[in-house]
């Protein structure tokens, strides 16, 4: 028998091509770039909408937002987080939009009065008094009806709150929520926690008693009474 020949098999030796190898290490470092670039980007601008007493720049420092860090690597729960450490503080909302802008929307509580050298808020809270503001001082102690002061109380709009310059709680046999409040322009009103409202009204009564000044009886029977001397 003829012997058979041996077939030999040429195994082909694939040749890595130093060419397509740098391509993807090129591409490999590009991108890595890109990201690095990406995160690094900072924050180009910070708006803060319906503050208030806080101060833009508080609330930028508060929230650690002071160096204009990375816009990526900065979370809108990470602001809220540091800036709900202020007591004054009641909603905040971010939006984060393109080109590194952050919108930053502030509710804050509203100061209601001064406190044992405190301000009080109208949700009951009292903080350190560092704001130059016009409000009541209350002359003596409210704690037994705290509660029911800070519901009633916050109800007087503002414009009204910066005319008051003193409150006293004068409780009688009648009624256990009596207040006499000193007003800025010589005029002390009586009223109760249940009619405090009336004290919105307070300018058009003024307007009526034709630049006479006295005391003003909300309390009970809405009538006016000319005193030289405050009432004791």
Do not use: C
């Not at 007591?87 to 905040?92: T, V």
């Not at 006499?180 to 003024?206: A, E, H, P």
């Amino acid at each position: 028998m003829p012997k058979k020949k041996k077939i030999r098999v040429k195994v082909k030796k694939r040749k890595l091509k130093i060419k397509n190898i740098l391509i993807l290490i090129l591409l490999i470092i590009l991108i890595y770039n890109m990201i690095i670039y990406i995160l690094n980007l900072k924050i180009s601008n910070i708006y803060i909408v319906n503050n208030s007493l806080l101060t833009d720049k508080e609330i930028i420092n508060l929230a650690n937002l002071s160096d204009y860090p990375s816009f990526i690597l900065t979370s809108s729960k990470d602001i809220k987080t540091n800036l709900y450490k202020n007591k004054l503080i009641k909603e905040i909302k971010v939006k984060k939009e393109l080109f590194g802008k952050i919108y930053i929307y502030i509710t804050e509580y509203k100061p209601i009065a001064i406190y044992n050298n405190q301000l009080l808020l109208d949700n009951g809270s009292l903080i350190d008094n560092i704001y130059d503001l016009n409000l009541p001082i209350i002359k003596n102690d409210i704690s037994s009806i705290y509660d029911d002061y800070i519901a009633s109380f916050s109800l007087i709009d503002s414009d009204i709150l910066y005319k008051i310059s003193e409150i006293e709680y004068v409780p009688n046999d009648v009624d256990k929520e009596r207040f006499l409040i000193y007003m800025t322009d010589g005029n002390y009103v009586y009223i109760t926690l249940n009619k405090i409202t009336k004290l919105n009204t307070y300018n058009s009564i003024v307007d009526q008693l034709e630049g006479k000044h006295g005391i003003i009886y909300l309390d009970s029977g809405d009538y006016f009474e000319i005193k030289e001397e405050s009432p004791s």
